[in-house]
């Protein structure tokens, strides 16, 4: 029988996984949040500060460093009866392009922990991506992005994401046969999220950073023509929210499993992006203007020029809502990222 205060989170000392476990460990301070990372591109330091951010107390928690892969998961489910599994260990750098180590640390990994899920009844929510998108509703009506729009790709990053979502298909046909019931597995395709704590993500950093950082490096931020390239950026805190309803952590506690969408439900350009960091950091119009430059061709072949999630499956099989405005919670971050440089230079 499953321990309700046990979690497992894999990539729990990345960006969004150490938010997901210090958010776990907040909600209730007798929770048992067992950290499963390599280490490869977390950091403890990620666990430490997302705990003291979120008030959150001294992390009590559990840390198996091993790969995903060097886990026996029916025996890490049989010994600790997790209320629910967190998958959110991946390979996120979308400019990887070894394919094989990209569908084999993402796609081949996540096999053997949803079946021991399924065999377990264990509750399992994974990480997609809206990579599995590729260009779609790029076009010039710029559409907000449905579920079934997904399957196209342009990069191997979004492929293996794809191949997580069409083996969560296919073993939930077999266990809807066998069972006559669905079982409790939702992929969620997250969008640009961004947030305090990604400051170790390196080029993978939300825009919203990555702009804070060359304004605190004294440089212009920088954009590709003509910035009216637009994103769904979703806060982490949203997205953390969300992540918790899809185990019944939140309002509603019999979520529908499935795949769904993750994002604010908003397209914010770049262009509104940059204005909003300018105004978090309080630069006038003639200070540090933005930088405009022609997009690479290498770019160019598989850049998204536009994304918007379509949130309505998402509220409605699991009664959630996003809460953070896009253009708001950027403003608010970059002025929590320059009060941190003020402090730093203190």
């Known amino acids: 029988m499953a321990d309700p205060n046990t979690y497992v989170v894999t990539g729990g000392a990345g ?18 949040v067992v950290v499963v990372d390599d280490f490869s591109s977390g950091s403890f330091a990620n666990i430490i500060d997302a705990m003291d951010r979120r008030r959150a107390g001294i992390f009590r928690g559990e840390v198996i460093a ?3 892969d ?5 025996s890490l489910i049989e010994e600790m009866a997790p209320l629910a599994i967190f998958h959110l260990a991946a390979i996120t750098d979308t400019t990887v392009t070894d394919e094989r180590r990209m569908i084999e640390s993402n796609a081949e990994c996540f096999r053997p922990i949803l079946d021991a899920c399924m065999q377990t009844a264990t509750r399992l929510v994974y990480a997609s991506s809206a990579a599995t998108y590729g260009a779609a509703g790029a076009g010039p009506e710029r559409r907000p992005l449905a579920l079934d729009d997904a399957g196209r790709p342009n990069n191997v990053y979004g492929f ?15 266990y809807r046969e066998e069972t006559g019931q669905a079982p409790w597995v939702v992929g969620l395709r997250y969008f640009n999220v961004f947030g305090p704590g990604e400051s170790r993500k390196g080029k993978m950093a939300s825009m919203a950073f990555q ?3 060359q304004i605190i490096a004294d440089n212009r931020p920088r954009l590709f023509a003509d910035g009216s390239q637009a994103r769904d950026q979703v806060h982490v805190d949203d997205v953390v929210a969300c992540t918790m309803a899809a ?14 969408n993750l994002g604010s439900g908003r397209a914010t350009s770049f262009a509104d992006l940059a ?10 119009a003639d200070t540090l203007p933005v930088e ?17 999630a379509d949130m309505s499956q998402t509220s409605i099989g699991l009664g959630f809502t996003p809460r953070v405005d896009p253009i708001e919670g950027i403003e608010s971050y970059a002025r929590h990222l320059a009060t941190t440089r003020r402090a730093r230079r203190a």
């Open 15 to 32: 960006f969004i996984g150490s938010n997901l476990v210090a958010e776990l460990a907040a909600r209730d301070a007798e929770s048992r």
């Open 66 to 68: 091993s790969a995903c």
């Open 70 to 74: 060097e886990c026996d998961w029916e």
């Open 160 to 174: 293996s994401k794809w191949l997580m979502e069409c083996d969560h298909r296919t073993a939930a046909a077999q």
């Open 211 to 213: 702009l804070s950082s």
């Open 247 to 260: 185990a019944g952590l939140g309002q509603k506690k019999r979520p529908t499993p499935g795949v769904y």
């Open 275 to 284: 204005a909003a960091v300018r105004r978090g950091f309080g630069l006038s």
């Open 292 to 308: 405009y430059f022609p997009m690479p061709p290498d770019i160019r072949a598989f850049y998204q020029d536009f994304t918007q």
